[in-house]
C-alpha cells in the first residue's frame, strides 16, 4: 500500500519514521506543498497530521478523489465539519487517529473491567506545555479520552458540564474540567498545559477494585479494593509494563491499512468520529455558556 503522510511537524515526523519501519511506500507533504500530485493511481491512502483547522478542507478534497484517509485528532473542529465531510465518505474510507484505541494498555482495561461493573472513570491531561491559541484545553486534549469512553461505555452521556479556569492572561482558559455522567456512571476529565508536570493517565474504579493506566510510564496496574468488617482493604494484582515492539501508532497504521486492504473497519470509523465530535462540541458548549448539557440521541 502506498501512502502519503501531510504534515511535517512533530507528529508527522513520527508517523513517517513508523510507516518506514514497516516497509510500506511513503511519500512526505508539508502543508504548504502543493497536493496536486496525490491522485489515486500513486497513492492508496493519505494520513493527514497539519493543524486541526486544516483537517476538514484536506480531508474533503482527498475523498474527493476517491483516496482513503487517516487524519490525526481532532479529526474535526465541531459537527458543523462532520457533516460537511459526511458525504464524501461514500468514494473513499475514512478513519480518525484515536491511538489511544490501539494501545495494549486500552486491551488490558477492557479485558480487566469487562466483568465488573464501572462507578467512575478520572481521565487527566496535564503538562507544562505549549499554550494554544486557536483552540482550548477540550479540542486539544480530550478527543483521545472521549474517543476511550465511546468505546469502553457504548453510549451517549446523558449530563456534560464544563469549566475552566483561567491562571494566566491567556485567551483559553488554562485548566478545564469536564464533568460527564452516563447513565450511573460518573466521569471526569481534567486538562491543561499549566502543570508542574507531564501527566496521563486513565483511572477507572469498579465495584471490585480500580484499574490504573498511566500512559506518561507505560503501565497499568489493577488494585483489588474490598471491605471486610466494615475496613476497607487493598492489595496489588498486576502491575503490567508493554515492551513489545509493536507501538500504539504501528498498531493505529495497521488498523488504517487493514481497514484499506481487507475492508476491516476500525474502532475509530466514521461512526466513531460523529460521535466523538459530538461530545467534545458539547463539551465545549457547556464550557462557553456554564450549562450543563443534555447531549441529544438524534445528533
Known sequence: ??????????WGSKIVETVKSMGLPITLYDITDSLDGIVPSLIDGVIIATPAPTHKDITKRMLRKGINVLVEKPAFM???ECNEIGPYTANAKLMAGHILLYNEHFDFLKQTVVDKEILHIEHRRLAWGRMQKDI??????????????????????????????????QSQPDFVTCDLRYGRVTVQLQMGWYYHEKVRDVTVITDKGTLVWNDAENKSK????????GR??????????????????????????????KDKLPDSNMDHIKRVTYIVECMEKSLKTGEVICPSKEY
Request: aromatic share 8%; net charge negative.
Open 1 to 10: 500500500m502506498k501512502l502519503a503522510v501531510i504534515g511535517t511537524g512533530y
Open 136 to 169: 482550548n484545553p477540550i479540542l486539544h486534549y480530550a478527543p483521545h479520552d472521549v474517543a476511550i469512553l465511546d468505546n469502553l461505555l457504548g453510549v451517549m452521556p446523558d449530563e456534560i458540564h464544563s469549566t475552566g479556569i483561567h491562571i494566566t492572561r
Open 222 to 229: 489493577w488494585i483489588g479494593q474490598t471491605i471486610e468488617n
Open 78 to 80: 465541531n459537527m458543523a
Open 232 to 261: 476497607q482493604i487493598q492489595h496489588m494484582d498486576q502491575n503490567k509494563t508493554f515492551t513489545e515492539s509493536i507501538s500504539p501508532l504501528q498498531r493505529q497504521i495497521t488498523a488504517f491499512v487493514d481497514y484499506c486492504e
